[in-house]
């Protein structure tokens, strides 16, 4: 298989596109489609500040990276939540963080770093087993944390924009997800884009049209470092069934999983019309003044509040 670009040997084949690329085009490649996806979705400008959600991944780091080349002032957050691994004996967060570090380090970025435990008292992990009810698994916990404190400071530091990694395994995992459910309220506002709302920074996706494969070679390539493992509370979780399913008919018919995906995007237009904001929510948190539905403390409030007392 030749690069389409020089005639070369390939390195990267992606028959969702029905190309091939070596290393070098690819390299230049992953800029100017993400470019072009920023510019299809109305995402950002380069007079805008972007605040980069980065975990430590190939993805958050992969997009961090992409945005610098590009000339955007993008800089990072990352959120110790404090998470070890006791079976593989790995400071799962800790080493997260060094390699956010070493990244903005060596890029001379700025990365805000928010820790959980010395903020709030507790990790992850220790808020959920005060409050499961039973629940084995921190995410929900984690999940709300992680949207509230970055909206946080994507709010407070002035950020016009918050830019996550999501890639389209990812998003085609949670149309799949919610297809199975027909979850009507998740399929509205499932988009590469949500405008800002009600005390809600704008949310954006420059990676969603890019397969996981295509940003783990892009970190490969770029000599990013970045955490190999999963968090450990990831295993078993369905997003990662769903991936497997669809990287089964992906094998089968290559392009499957992008035309899911794209395909829906049109259709969502003709389902529910252009607008797929964050739900409005008119009232505010009086303890941390953000949307909430009923004008008492939010969630989140409630749960540090309980970790105060
Ligand atoms: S970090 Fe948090 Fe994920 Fe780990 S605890 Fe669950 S939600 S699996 S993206
Ligand atoms: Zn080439
Ligand atoms: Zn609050």
Not at 141 to 153: A, D, F, S, Y
Not at 206 to 219: D, H, I, K, S
Request: hydrophobic share 35%.
């Amino acid at each position: 298989m030749k690069c389409k670009k020089c005639g070369e040997r390939a390195s990267i084949k992606m028959p969702q596109h029905n190309m091939a690329l070596c290393g070098d085009h690819f390299l230049a490649w992953v800029p100017e489609y993400t470019q072009r996806t920023i510019e299809k979705y109305r995402m950002f400008t380069r007079e805008e500040k972007i605040l980069v959600a980065v975990s430590g991944g190939k993805d958050s780091l992969a997009l961090w990276d992409v945005l610098h080349r590009l000339g955007y002032q993008a800089d990072g957050i990352y959120i110790n939540l404090g998470i070890i691994d006791p079976q593989n004996d790995l400071a799962y967060s800790a080493k997260s963080k060094a390699f956010c570090s070493q990244f903005a380090d060596q890029n001379g970025l700025q990365l805000h770093i928010v820790d959980i435990k010395e903020k709030y008292g507790e990790t992850i992990a220790e808020i959920n087993q005060r409050s499961a009810h039973g629940r084995q698994k921190p995410c929900a916990i984690c999940g709300l944390v992680k949207r509230h404190i970055m909206n946080q400071i994507a709010h407070d530091k002035g950020y016009d924009v918050l830019a996550t990694g999501h890639n389209l395994d990812d998003e085609a995992a949670a149309l799949f997800g919610n297809t199975l459910n027909w979850t009507v309220e998740m399929l509205r506002h499932q988009s590469p884009l949500l405008p800002a709302v009600s005390g809600f920074v704008r949310k954006a996706k420059p990676l969603c049209r890019f397969y996981e494969r295509e940003t783990a070679a892009y970190a490969l390539m770029r000599g990013i470092s970045y955490v190999y493992e999963e968090c450990p509370y990831a295993a078993g979780a369905r997003s990662i069934q769903y991936k497997k399913l669809l990287n089964q008919l992906e094998k089968r018919s290559p392009g499957t999983k992008m035309n899911f995906y794209v395909h829906f995007l049109k259709a969502q237009k003709e389902l529910f019309g252009e607008e797929q904001t964050a739900i409005p929510r008119e009232e505010h948190c009086p303890v941390c003044g953000q949307p909430t539905l009923s004008g008492q403390a939010c969630a989140f409030c409630r749960m540090t509040g309980a970790v105060k007392a």
